[in-house]
C-alpha cells in the first residue's frame, strides 16, 4: 500500500495538494525501514506550496539525516528561508546546494536574486552570468540581469540583455516594457514609445507602462497624449494610485484644477502614504488654494520643494 499511496499523491499533488499530501503521509507510516527519499522530497515540497514551511524544513532535514549531500533537500531549505527574508540562511543553503552540484541553475539564479534585492550587484551579475552559462534560454536571467544593468547605468549593455531575452520570449511585456526604459534614458523617445506601446498591447494590466509612457509624453510638453494614455491605464487599473496622481500633477499644470483635486483624493484614498509627499510636490502647487484641498488636507502654509 505504501508505494500505491505514493503513486496517487504523485498523481494529484499539483492540482489538489491537500489530498496529496494526506496519501503522502499515509505512505509515509507505513514505511518499512528508511524513508524513501523521493517520498520526503515530494512531501517537503507540497508542504512548501501550502505555506506549511516548518514541516516541509522537517522533511528536508530529514533527507539530509539519511544522506547529507541531496542537493534538492538544501536548495528547499535556502528556498523557504528566502520566502521568510532570511536571507543569510538563505544565501548559506542555496551554496551547500551549489557545493554539491555546481550545475544547479536555479540555485545560482535566486542567489542572484538574493544580492539583487539586498544591493550587491556585481555579484547579481555574477550569478545570473552563471545561469546563463549553464541556461542559455533562460529568459527571466537575461531580463533580470539586464534590469541590473539599467539601474547601476549600463544602458546599452541593458538593451543587449533585454535583446536577447526577447529573442527567447517574443512580445513578453515586461522585456517589452524594459527596452522602452532603457531607450528612453539614452534620449531614443520615439523607440521607448514604440515598446511601451508594445508592452500594453501585451498586457494591459501592467500600469507601469501606461505610467512610463504618460511621464514620457508629459516630458515631451504633449500633455494631452499623457492625460489619455494615463486615462487607459487606469482603465485597465483603477487601484492603482500612483496612476491618479500622476494625472493629477499633469491635471495641475494645466491648471485643470477641480480635475487634479478629484484624482488627488482617490489616489489618497487608495494610498494614504501619498499625502505627505503630495504635500511637498511643488506640481500641485495651483491645487491648494482649492477649498476642497484646504477641508480635506488643511491649510499647507510651509511652501512645496
Not at 128 to 150: C, H, M, Q, S, T
Amino acid at each position: 500500500m505504501t508505494k500505491l499511496y505514493e503513486m496517487i499523491g504523485n498523481l494529484l499533488k499539483e492540482r489538489w495538494p491537500r489530498a496529496a499530501i494526506k496519501l503522502y503521509n499515509k505512505a509515509y507510516l507505513t514505511f518499512k525501514g528508511t524513508p524513501d527519499i523521493d517520498l520526503l522530497m515530494n512531501m517537503g515540497l507540497v508542504y512548501d506550496r501550502l505555506g506549511d514551511y516548518d514541516s516541509a524544513e522537517k522533511k528536508y532535514r530529514e533527507i539530509l539525516s539519511i544522506n547529507p549531500n541531496v542537493a534538492g533537500a538544501l536548495y528547499g531549505i535556502a528556498v523557504l528561508y528566502d520566502n521568510l527574508k532570511k536571507y543569510d540562511k538563505a544565501i548559506e543553503y542555496y551554496e551547500k546546494a551549489i557545493n554539491v552540484n555546481p550545475y544547479y541553475d536555479r540555485a545560482y539564479f535566486f542567489l542572484a536574486n538574493i544580492y539583487d534585492e539586498t544591493g550587491d550587484k556585481e555579484k547579481a551579475i555574477e550569478y545570473y552570468r552563471k545561469v546563463i552559462e549553464l541556461v542559455p534560454d533562460d529568459f527571466w536571467a537575461y531580463n533580470n540581469l539586464g534590469a541590473i544593468y539599467e539601474e547601476t547605468g549600463n544602458d546599452n549593455l541593458a538593451i543587449e540583455m533585454f535583446r536577447k531575452s526577447l529573442q527567447i520570449n517574443p512580445g513578453h511585456f515586461k522585456a517589452l516594457f524594459n527596452m522602452g526604459v532603457a531607450f528612453g534614458k539614452l534620449g531614443y523617445y520615439k523607440k521607448a514609445e514604440e515598446y511601451y506601446h508594445q508592452s500594453i498591447q501585451k498586457n494591459p494590466y501592467y500600469p507601469y507602462s501606461y505610467l512610463n509612457l504618460g511621464e514620457l509624453y508629459k516630458e515631451n510638453g504633449d500633455f494631452q497624449k499623457a492625460i489619455d494614455v494615463i486615462s487607459r491605464g487606469i482603465n485597465f487599473n483603477n487601484r492603482e494610485a500612483y496612476l491618479y496622481y500622476n494625472r493629477a500633477c499633469i491635471y495641475a499644470q494645466l491648471n485643470h484644477v477641480n480635475k487634479a483635486l478629484e484624482d488627488l483624493i482617490t489616489a489618497t484614498d487608495l494610498d494614504p502614504e501619498l499625502v505627505e509627499y503630495m504635500k511637498k510636490d511643488k506640481e500641485l502647487d495651483p491645487v491648494r488654494q482649492l477649498e476642497g484641498y484646504r477641508s480635506r488636507w488643511g491649510n499647507i502654509d510651509n511652501k512645496s520643494t
